[in-house]
């Protein structure tokens, strides 16, 4: 499938502003909505191990988003939004799914989940940032990394 052209409402190499992202359900928008918001990020005065720990953080929210959410349907669109706060920045990814429970999830650290293929993309969102919050009935996911 051709790659769509992500919907921006924010100019390249803005990084004060809030930034908005809207991209198809592929697996090239999970790519190219990180590059973007990484962009964003690299202007921020923040940890480069902070900045890359939510970089992993979305790229996991955006595959989930995409896949678990939208059930990888292109017709089905992702949204990135950024913000910077005086001492954090925001990031939250919103999919057009149906939603779940975060309090339903089995627990990857237990012993009959250890060598599950999946399960381990939240637990590594909560890991890597500062706060981590569900809304819209999961639709949702907040992620937020202090600046310093």
């Known amino acids: ?21 809207r991209a198809p359900s592929t697996h090239e928008s999970v790519e190219h909505l990180t590059d973007r918001v990484g962009a964003y990020l690299h202007g921020l005065p923040m940890p480069e191990k902070r900045r ?6 979305l790229h996991e929210a955006l595959t989930n988003a995409m896949e678990h959410g939208n059930a990888n349907d292109p017709s089905k669109h992702v949204t990135v939004t950024c913000r910077t706060e005086p001492t954090r ?4 990814v919103d999919d057009e799914g149906n939603g779940f429970d975060p309090a339903n999830l089995p627990d990857p650290t237990r ?3 250890l060598l599950k293929e999946g399960g381990r993309g939240i637990f590594l969102i909560r890991r890597y940032t500062d706060e981590c919050r569900f809304e819209r009935n999961g639709r949702r996911v907040v992620l937020v990394a202090r600046l310093s």
């Not at 790659?3 to 004060?16: F, I, K, N, R, V």
């Not at 920045?89 to 939250?92: F, H, I, L, N």
């Open 52 to 57: 890359y720990r939510l970089i992993l953080a």
């Open 1 to 21: 499938m051709a790659h769509q052209p992500l919907d921006e409402s924010t100019p390249a190499g803005c990084c004060t502003d809030p930034l908005t992202l």
């Open 111 to 113: 012993d009959e989940n």
């Open 89 to 92: 920045v925001v990031v939250a």
